[in-house]
């Protein structure tokens, strides 16, 4: 039974169970509920432990309350979720409205009776939203909670949850409350957020969000089973409650262990199809061998919970190769972000940066908080997650056993770089370009229309779950080097990160590029440069006259619009999507306001050069990149506009 307990000679009770000579359940402990209190017994006949069950009359019983509220400006949901200040989310109120806002948005057999999934990376005031979210589900009809132990679960196992498991008495997830935010800092002065999931473990779509946009405007009030009591989120276990509307739960499971046991169980489901997710043999051997060095940093992030059981116990990496791998509530006091200004100390032990390494490893990674992103490095070398995105598409169908059959299509966010056309181009894929969201990436999915899609920033996955998955992507490349590897691991030379990424560039061209971050710029500010790009648009030759003015060597541009995005599957319009300067020559500039900051706004601009002559791939990007940056920061009047004379991160 896919994410079930696994029967041995312990017995999993429930009370009517016992009383009515029913069998039980056959699950991995026994679950004697008072108070809260679980103990864990083996081996007993149920007879013998009667004294220790709870009558159904002495099950703790709670009453809903109904509290007066008010609108609270700002609840509208960005790119995923909502994301501010802990100082914000801690206002009377406001995670409360917000919460009962989505109950509202949601049609009511996906509220009452259903089965919820409450969790997150753990960062600063998740525990005590945790407690907030389980007493508002029971006051609104929810039949069960389910949380991973501590409350930790990274954003692709709460999708693999949702998709996968089912629980002791067969229930199976509606949807899931995620309490992340992402790549941002956290900590009692940094941020918090929150998103909801659907039941297909996907982000909720624009119709949902928007609905919560809109409930958040006009809230009177919310519903909260105040006399619940606290459940213990560190203790394995049930704990059950009794309330108006009948009975309501609450388990606590070990999310490392199903999220090893998705994988090994979706492995064997696989199998019978003879294909399987990765071939962890094949893996093993590479990471096993004394030729190959490895390393990863979770960046104190919810990655943490998850690497040493997948890396070292199942795949045979050294603990030593693990950095930052204990998941903190404020990462550390670091940036959870995975690239090359935030992972400093990744960075340097692979030779990278301004203290680097002198004998780095031959493969590193990184994650994000909710561990949904990745940066991939070499040795000395960094990859683009444009590119990732593209070699794996590239090598998966040889080298990923998930994909020996085919490919459905691939997809990219649209600011990502055109890598992955010129790969669906070439093996004659379905390709879709789709707006910055996972929820695009959704739908397709959903519809079999895409397996590998990929997002600049650090994002990329399949079709295994429906939320990008950083350690999936840290697997497939292991995969695609392994693959590479397998008649080289008793002494040849090995291929290394770099000879891949420079092979894929001779077969495929190399497209140069950047991106400039602009944080907590002045949200009056970014929307006047935005308005000023838009108007630029409407006279091209305005537009290059001042090109020309800046650079004599860069190409003219052919179009410019506002990206606008209609959905294949369900017909929607996504409007204002970024706005684009298309090239003569291939190049683009890109501009979009981030939906992922928790105050002021984030200009990110994004620069592209496509090169296909092998014998000018090899340029360092920023010197290639150098002329299209110059023109992109004149012809936006990023430092008039924004007062700022640089970029807040360069990646």
């Known amino acids: 039974m896919l994410w079930g307990y696994e029967p041995n000679s312990v017995s999993h009770i429930h009370p009517h169970q016992v009383r009515s000579g029913q069998e039980t359940c056959g699950s991995n402990y026994i679950c004697c509920r008072h108070s809260h ?87 600063y ?39 996968e498991r089912v629980g002791a008495d067969g229930s199976k997830a509606n949807g899931a409350f995620i309490l992340t935010a992402s790549h941002n800092p956290g900590g009692p002065n940094e941020d918090f ?13 624009e119709g949902i969000t928007d609905k919560i946009y809109e409930n958040t405007k006009t809230i009177k009030e919310y519903l909260i089973a105040e006399d619940l009591p606290e459940v213990d989120i560190s203790a394995i276990g049930i704990s059950n409650f009794s309330g108006p509307e009948g009975q309501f739960d609450v388990e606590v499971f070990d999310a490392a262990s199903d999220y090893v046991k998705l994988m090994k169980l979706l492995i064997k489901l696989l199998c019978y199809c003879f294909r399987s997710i990765f071939d962890f043999q094949l893996i093993q051997k590479l990471l096993t061998s004394p030729q190959f060095t490895f390393c990863y940093d979770a960046l104190s992030g919810v990655a943490g919970a998850y690497a040493k059981r997948i890396f070292v116990e199942e795949l045979g990496a050294k603990e030593s ?56 490095l070499g040795k000395r070398f960094f990859v683009t997650p444009s590119d990732s995105v593209a070699i794996i598409a590239a090598n998966a ?47 397709l999915m959903d519809a079999g229309l895409c397996s590998i899609c990929g997002e600049e ?49 001779a077969t495929f061209g190399r497209h140069y590029y950047t991106r400039y971050d602009y944080e907590n710029v002045d949200a009056g500010a ?35 619009d506002e990206f606008e995005y209609k959905d294949p599957v369900d017909g929607s319009i996504s409007k204002h999507q970024g706005i684009r300067y298309l090239f003569e020559d291939g190049s683009r500039l890109v501009f979009r306001l981030s939906g992922t900051g928790s ?53």
């Open 125 to 163: 005031y998740s525990k005590d939203a945790i407690q907030i979210i389980i007493k508002m589900s029971a006051a609104n009809g929810v039949r069960r909670v389910w949380v991973g132990q501590n409350g930790l679960l990274s954003t692709p196992a709460v999708s693999a949850v949702v998709r």
């Open 397 to 443: 169908v040889q080298a990923i056993p998930y994909f020996s059959s085919d490919l459905k299509g691939v997809a990219r966010s649209m600011p990502t770089s055109a890598a992955l056309d010129v790969v669906a181009n070439h093996l004659n894929l379905k390709f879709f370009e789709v707006p910055t969201g996972w929820k695009f990436f959704g739908n």
């Open 526 to 560: 970014a929307k006047e440069l935005m308005a000023y790009l838009v108007k630029m648009q409407s006279s091209l030759g305005e537009v290059n006259k001042i090109i020309k003015g800046v650079r004599s060597d860069v190409s003219n541009v052919a179009n410019a």
């Open 37 to 123: 209190s679980h103990t864990l017994f083996a081996n007993l006949n149920p007879s013998a432990i009667l004294f220790s069950l709870p009558k159904i009359e002495d099950m703790v019983t709670f009453k809903i309350t109904r509290v007066e509220s008010a609108p609270i400006d700002g609840q509208k949901p960005g790119t995923s979720g909502l994301r501010k200040k802990v100082k914000v989310f801690t206002q009377p109120h406001y995670l409360h409205n917000f919460v009962q806002s989505t109950f509202n948005a949601l049609s009511a057999e996906k509220v009452k009776g259903s089965t919820l999934v409450v969790s997150g990376d753990g960062r």
């Open 193 to 205: 957020g929150i998103k909801y999931n659907m039941e297909n473990g996907g982000p909720a779509p």
């Open 599 to 651: 105050e002021g706004a984030t200009i990110r601009l994004y620069i592209e050069q496509y090169e296909k002559d092998p014998s000018k791939t090899g340029r360092d990007s920023q010197e290639a990149l150098a002329p299209l940056v110059e023109v992109a920061l004149k012809l936006s009047k990023m430092q008039e506009f924004t007062g700022r004379t640089a970029p807040t991160v360069i990646t």
């Open 457 to 505: 920033s650090f994002g990329t996955g399949s079709d295994h779950i429906r939320e990008k998955d950083g350690i999936w992507a840290v697997l497939a490349w292991l995969s695609i080097l392994a693959y590479k590897n397998k008649d080289n691991l008793n002494g040849g030379e090995l291929v290394t990160v770099e000879d891949i990424v420079k092979q894929h560039w």
């Open 321 to 376: 190769s693990l950095l930052n791998c204990i998941p903190k509530e404020d990462f550390g006091g670091g940036h959870p972000d995975p690239n090359l200004t935030y992972a400093k100390e990744l960075v340097s032990r692979m030779g990278l940066g301004k203290n680097p390494n002198s004998d780095p490893p031959e493969f590193g990674a990184a994650a994000d908080g909710d561990a949904d992103r990745n940066m991939i």
